[in-house]
């Protein structure tokens, strides 16, 4: 991922904010990094953009060389899709799908057949220790229940690099150690991780830190 000078300005008839200013940042394939700052610093804004989800005022982002921001694009949306798998704080499952159906989701809109999205989704389940709620409605989980289907739904694509906004924000210690380590095994698999947080103790699990104040990036690493 390579991002040079990337801002992004939120305007209104009564002020400009800048969320993101002159942000260059550059991470390879297999990486696992943490980029910290408090509420109000500009982490979900960078990782929208990062990820293609939304476009910047200024500046350019690639993936592979790969401009991704041109949204309106058809094959830009689909190597968006097949690359990155979005984890977020709010989690977004389907409320009337079970847990399977969630994790089936994705495959399915990606062309998997239904038996082998099936399958796959059962296996993804049980890899973040679901085995007995592959039936469940969202509503019959616990918080860190729906965030390790919303894990398993990001990777059933085999995507190249997960970005997680706040995973675990949301979470008690016990199930913030469990998504952590999910997401630690995923990365040994080969899978880039980047994390947002505002939390220290989370960050200190990844390899790479950057740190974001006022939507200036800092390099936490020397
Ligand atoms: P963080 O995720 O670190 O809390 P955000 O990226 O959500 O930070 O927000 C950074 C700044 O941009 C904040 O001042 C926020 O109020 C502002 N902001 C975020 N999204 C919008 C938006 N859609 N319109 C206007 N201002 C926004
Ligand atoms: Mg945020």
Do not use: C, W
Not at 52 to 77: A, C
Not at 126 to 137: A, Q, W, Y
Not at 166 to 179: G, H, R, S, V, Y
Request: zero cysteines; aromatic letters at 6%; glycine letters at 8%.
């Amino acid at each position: 991922i390579e991002m040079k000078k990337v801002s992004k300005l939120y305007k209104s008839s009564k002020e400009e904010i800048v969320a993101i200013k002159d942000i260059d940042l550059s991470l390879e394939y297999g990486d696992d990094v943490a980029i910290i700052g408090p509420s109000g610093s500009g982490k979900t804004t960078l990782l929208q953009i990062m990820g293609g989800l939304s476009n910047p005022t200024r500046g350019e982002v690639r993936i592979d060389g790969v401009l991704i921001n041109k949204g309106s694009d058809n094959k830009i949306s689909q190597f968006r899709n097949k690359t990155i798998g979005f984890i977020f704080q709010n989690i977004y499952l389907q409320e009337y799908f079970t847990a399977k159906e969630n994790v089936m989701l994705p495959m399915l809109i990606a062309g998997v057949s239904r038996k082998k999205a099936e399958e796959k989704a059962r296996d993804l389940l049980e890899k973040v220790g679901l085995k007995n709620r592959i039936n469940h409605k969202p509503s019959k989980l616990s918080g860190g229940e729906e965030q390790r289907v919303a894990i398993a739904r990001a990777i059933a694509n085999n995507p190249k690099i997960i970005m997680a906004d706040e995973p675990t924000a949301k979470l008690d210690a016990e199930n913030t150690d469990i998504i952590l380590n999910i997401l630690k095994d995923i990365n040994k698999s080969g899978v880039s991780i980047i994390v947002i947080t505002h939390d220290q103790k989370v960050a200190k699990n990844f390899h790479k830190q950057f740190y974001l104040d006022h939507g200036v990036m800092v390099d936490g690493n020397f």
